[in-house]
């Protein structure tokens, strides 16, 4: 039994599927993106958690939130309903999570001053993860059983990042003010956090409503449940996803790095936290003018030289954020602006080729496995969140960061400097290294889909 009789390799989606696509990141962005820019902030400024440890608690949280991951991924590959696979989960999934980050930006109320913040810090974080993964992955799975057709894959991908960059801009238009305002007083700024959250959470669950009503599972299946034997054989033979994951791996390592550490670099370094809002428009405003030109940049050159060229353009901005002097603050923003040129064209990249490492999974084994492959290549983005995170908060606690003083000594504004782009650049490169051997050209995927649909009009 299938999903759906019709094929689907040349289909073409409705402008609609398209918003409700955009929407349904920008939902989990009002989790991800608040945990990823301010967490820290918030457990060093308000809870009053040293950077060191946040920085173990990110490790270990994050570590944690890969493997729920995998399971989430089992749970969506045995997953069929009459909803379809993955769209049950944006609804008794999605409200939970962001109910969680309400919770885990809530810690001085909910442990009433008693010592246990640390240890809630851990609980509400890990529990946040692990629902964050059962509507993610979901939600990342979705793409490649909408369509199989490479350019429309290539818009779900752009959309994804529009939704992703609307959000975040949103987040600090409305955060970096509290952050400016609230210097000092960590009790008004857990009150204006408290309210931010519980809007952004019944905020959130429309968009994931709007996801659910418009996105449709379209490509046919063969084996509507998985089992656990043939996930992981399928995930054996994936080269490409292999390669994919590490690849991705050393890049968001290197942007967790830079997101962990820019709201300090804006209020510390430049010395206006209000200068994050201009530092977010410009670093993640850059997708507005990547998404675009990404369907022509990929039939013109291809998916993986395109990620590559984006990949030296990170290494170059990266140099520039680090040695650019803080006296002159259009400077690094500029060297900002050209690493959201980069980070956008990279985040939208990853998503178009993660879609297609479903295909050559298929194409060996004969079975799709959307949930367990995205599932994966999630589990690297968290172990690159972790790494990055906690890379970025060890570097800051080593040059001396004291939380909540007016001030910071010349080591702690030089190791945000450092985290910033210097730290990048390492990880960059080595992503680019990795990336020279991925496998897969676009001719060779459309072999592999052709063969595909071929045998599925044998049997």
């Not at 946040?54 to 493997?67: E, Q, S």
């Not at 290539?154 to 959309?159: E, V």
């Not at 952050?179 to 429309?206: E, H, K």
């Not at 923003?333 to 690493?339: A, L, S, V, Y």
Request: proline share 4%; aromatic share 12%.
């Amino acid at each position: 039994m299938t999903t759906t009789t019709a094929p689907a390799t040349a289909r073409k989606l409705r402008p609609l599927q398209f918003l409700g696509y955009a929407a349904g990141d920008a939902a989990n962005n009002l989790a991800f993106s608040m945990t990823s820019f301010f967490l820290l902030i918030y457990y060093t400024d308000v809870v009053g958690i040293s950077a060191s440890a946040a920085g173990t608690l990110f490790l270990v949280i994050r570590v944690w939130d890969g493997f729920a991951d995998i399971f989430a991924g089992r749970v969506v590959d045995k997953t069929m309903t009459r909803w379809g696979k993955f769209r049950p989960f944006f609804l008794f999934a999605g409200l939970p999570a962001l109910l969680l980050s309400v919770a885990t930006f809530t810690l001085p109320g909910l442990a009433a001053d008693s010592g246990l913040e640390l240890v809630l810090a851990y609980l509400t974080y890990g529990l946040l993860g692990l629902a964050y993964s059962l509507v993610n992955i979901p939600y990342g799975s979705l793409a490649a059983a909408m369509t199989q057709h490479p350019g429309e894959r290539a818009k779900l991908a752009s959309f994804r990042m529009i939704g992703t960059a609307v959000t975040i801009i949103m987040l600090a238009f409305v955060v970096s003010p509290q952050i400016q305002q609230y210097r000092g007083d960590p009790d008004g700024f857990q009150r204006s956090l408290l309210i931010t959250t519980a809007v952004f959470a019944m905020v959130g669950f429309a968009l994931y409503l709007l996801l659910f009503a418009t996105a449709r599972e379209a490509v046919q299946r063969d084996v509507p449940h998985v089992s656990a034997r043939q996930s992981f054989t399928t995930l054996r033979s994936n080269k490409p996803l292999v390669m994919l994951c590490l690849a991705s791996l050393a890049f968001l390592t290197a942007l967790f790095s830079l997101q962990t550490v820019q709201v300090y670099y804006a209020r510390d370094v430049l010395g206006n936290a209000n200068l994050l809002t201009a530092l977010t428009v410009l670093s993640v405003g850059a997708i507005f003018l990547v998404a675009p030109l990404m369907p022509r940049l990929v039939r013109g050159i291809g998916k993986k030289k395109a990620f590559l060229s984006f990949g030296v353009v990170g290494v170059l901005a990266g140099i520039g954020i680090s040695l650019s002097p803080p006296s002159t603050p259009w400077v690094p923003m500029t060297f900002f602006g050209i690493m959201g040129i980069a980070t956008a064209g990279i985040n939208t990249l990853m998503w178009a080729l993660e879609a297609d490492t479903v295909e050559y999974g298929e194409w060996k084994t004969g079975v799709r496995t959307e949930g367990i492959t995205y599932a994966l290549f999630s589990f690297t983005r968290k172990l690159g969140q972790a790494i990055g995170g906690a890379i970025a908060a060890y570097a800051i606690a080593f040059g001396g960061y004291v939380g909540g003083a007016p001030n910071q000594n010349e080591q702690a504004l030089d190791a945000i400097r450092y985290a910033s782009g210097f730290i990048p650049v390492v990880f960059i490169l080595l992503g680019i290294l990795i990336f020279f051997r991925y496998p897969l050209t676009e001719q060779t995927f459309a072999t592999m889909v052709a063969e595909t649909r071929a045998r599925r009009a044998v049997h």
